[in-house]
């Protein structure tokens, strides 16, 4: 059984930095993408970061560049998302997916989630 878990959300000021975690099991890492996604009140889910598990590389929707950034531990099968100068309009659950194929930037296109975990930026 394929379970993401993430962690770390939480409450933080403008300017602040969070760091999620995404822990995997049951599931063979070595040809996803793990993508971050984050859904705020009333709005749609939304693409956030993406990296491939085998070579490192990385996506990121432009509200979030050289703010956030994606990276995985391969032996503990755990994406991370450091989250640095956050705003409020970073306010929303984020949750970790992983991708087997199709667009890294498509919800659609991965197959297991996370539960989500909040991220709540104060000003």
């Known amino acids: 059984q394929v379970q993401l878990v993430e962690s770390g959300g939480g409450l933080v000021q403008v300017g602040g930095s969070l760091r999620l975690s995404c822990a995997g099991s049951?599931?063979?890492?070595?040809?996803?993408?793990m993508g971050w996604f984050r859904q705020a009140p009333g709005k749609e889910r939304e693409f956030v970061a993406a990296?491939?598990?085998?070579?490192?590389?990385?996506f990121y929707t432009d509200s979030v560049k050289g703010r956030f950034t994606a990276s995985r531990d391969y032996a503990k099968s755990t994406g991370n998302l450091q989250m640095t100068s956050l705003k409020p309009d970073d306010t929303a659950v984020y949750h970790c997916?992983?991708?087997?194929?199709?667009?890294?930037?498509?919800?659609?296109?991965?197959?297991?989630w996370g539960q989500g975990t909040q991220v709540t930026v104060s000003s």
């Open positions: 997916a992983t991708r087997d194929s199709g667009s890294v930037f498509d919800p659609s296109s991965y197959r297991y």
């Open positions: 049951g599931l063979n890492f070595g040809r996803v993408v």
């Open positions: 990296i491939h598990w085998s070579d490192g590389s990385t």
